[in-house]
């Protein structure tokens, strides 16, 4: 059974930063590329970052220069480092664990951006 656990959200100042987790559970990681995505109020679900086995990262144009995306194989944890944070950062942030043509999804953390 595949588990994605987020933790490391909260409430946070503009300019502010936070860095998020998460731990993934009952599959191989190395076989999936791992992700966040965001979901404020009343919108559309939104691509923040994706990172590979290798390393390699790409970038949701919202987030580019101010978020980091990086993974600890070892450690069967993605982590998602977030500066400089807006007032429109803020939502409900998913993990994901990609391996075509399959998606898991965490439960989500909450991170609130005060102005």
């Known amino acids: 059974q595949v588990q994605l656990a987020e933790s490391g959200g909260g409430l946070v100042q503009a300019g502010g930063s936070l860095r998020l987790s998460c731990v993934a559970s009952?599959?191989?990681?190395?076989?999936?590329?791992m992700g966040w995505f965001r979901q404020a109020p009343g919108k559309e679900r939104e691509f923040v970052a994706r990172?590979?086995?290798?390393?390699?990262?790409y970038y949701g144009d919202s987030v580019k220069g101010r978020f980091t995306i990086s993974r600890d194989n070892a450690k069967n944890t993605v982590y998602l480092q977030m500066k400089s944070l807006k007032p429109e950062d803020t939502a409900v942030y998913y993990c994901?664990?990609?391996?075509?043509?399959?998606?898991?999804w965490g439960q989500g953390t909450q991170v609130t951006v005060s102005s």
């Open positions: 009952g599959l191989t990681f190395s076989n999936y590329i």
């Open positions: 994901t664990a990609t391996t075509t043509p399959t998606t898991y």
């Open positions: 990172i590979r086995w290798s390393g390699d990262t």
